[in-house]
Nanobody, 126 residues
Framework: DVQLQASGGGLVEPGGSLRLSCEAS???????VGWFRQAPGKEREGISC????????FYTDSVKGRFTTYSDNAKNTVYLQMNSLKPEDTAVYFC????????????????????WGQGTEVTVSS
């Protein structure tokens, strides 16, 4: 089973940037990798996904144009670059991997992701 380690969270001012990392124990070539976040009192929200079969990406509307996800295959790492951060981005962020079956897809919701990292906390505040 693939093991995931999320890192890079911290405290940042509104308008600032952070880069989160998701390091895996093996190659991502047979996986989609998603980023999710969960704030206190709210449901887990899917914010992005990268399909490592074809390189395509998905972003939820609330982060589109501000966040970018990309892969470094040599390091077995997927990144989430977060720019123009807002207080409402404050949450614990998780990365997750979906193992491809007969069709390579990039799931939007958490139900089809097989493996999860431990989460890293992001706080956006003055």
């Amino acid at each position: 089973d693939v093991q995931l380690q999320a890192s890079g969270g911290g405290l940042v001012e509104p308008g600032g940037s952070l880069r989160l990392s998701c390091e895996a124990s093996e190659s991502f070539e047979n996986y989609a990798v998603g980023w999710f976040r969960q704030a206190p009192g709210k449901e887990r929200e899917g914010i992005s996904c990268i399909n490592n079969s074809d390189g395509s990406t998905f972003y939820t509307d609330s982060v589109k144009g501000r966040f970018t996800t990309y892969s470094d295959n040599a390091k077995n790492t997927v990144y989430l670059q977060m720019n123009s951060l807002k207080p409402e981005d404050t949450a614990v962020y998780f990365c997750a991997a979906h193992l491809f079956r007969d069709i390579a897809i990039c799931p939007r919701g958490p139900g089809l992701y097989n493996y999860w990292g431990q989460g890293t906390e992001v706080t956006v505040s003055s």
